[in-house]
């Protein structure tokens, strides 16, 4: 199995590499799953160079950028520029990533769906203190090429006197969403959704 995940990794950035590189959250898993317990360092996913090739992909060959926020049950619907777009995308770029403490406290684990022929790379800590909790990287078999289907962080950060808990949901070339729950002390959490779209096929009604 660990050769297979390995296999997969190798084949999705290779895959990003030549390019440049639908909703919900990321797959359930299925009764015949197959769990995994990998505790491999050097093959874990490389999220962050997946997410910027992302947004570098977006920013050259921009399509029309459509933002949904939902607060208090309404939802507002504008379209949006690039730097807007760029800062929302930035917030899954968790300092984890590059300050070295997702390969050291961070531990991996997978599952093959083989109704689906996806596989779900999660990576978690045990250690609450952290701002990122848990990574799931969400990939698919299409036409004989492994290509990854999503990226959902969990993240909690502090904003002032607020503190931030987030649900960051990626879909490849798609959309993202970011779901946030914020506290102030002595008030009741409030919840936002933030949803922008970019493909150019997607029915928004």
């Not at 050259?60 to 504008?78: C, H, I, Q, V, Y």
């Not at 690039?82 to 930035?90: H, Q, R, V």
């Not at 290509?147 to 959902?152: A, D, E, F, G, Q």
Request: hydrophobic letters at 35%; one cysteine or more.
């Amino acid at each position: 199995m660990k050769n297979f995940v390995f296999a997969i990794i190798a084949g999705v950035c290779l895959c990003g590499s030549a390019c440049g590189h639908r909703s919900g959250q990321p797959a359930s898993h299925q009764q015949d799953s197959l769990p995994h317990q990998d505790t491999a360092k050097d093959v874990f996913f490389p999220v962050a160079d997946y997410l910027e090739t992302e947004i570098l992909h977006i920013d050259s060959f921009p399509e029309a950028l459509r933002k949904f926020t939902t607060r208090d049950g309404r939802t507002d619907t504008a379209y949006i520029q690039l730097p807007e777009f760029n800062a929302l995308a930035l917030e899954f770029l968790a300092p984890a990533f590059s300050d070295g403490s997702f390969d050291k406290k961070y531990t991996e684990s997978s599952f093959m769906d083989r109704n689906t022929q996806s596989v779900t790379l999660t990576y978690s800590t045990t250690d609450r203190d952290l701002p990122l909790q848990r990574v799931d990287v969400v990939t698919i078999a299409e036409n004989g090429v492994n290509k990854v289907r999503s990226v959902y962080l969990e993240n909690s950060k502090v904003a002032g006197d607020s503190m931030i808990f987030q649900k960051l949901y990626w879909q490849s070339r798609h959309q993202l969403q970011i779901v946030s729950v914020i506290t102030v002390k002595g008030r009741p959490p409030v919840e936002q959704q933030v949803k922008v779209v970019w493909d150019p096929e997607e029915d928004n009604e």
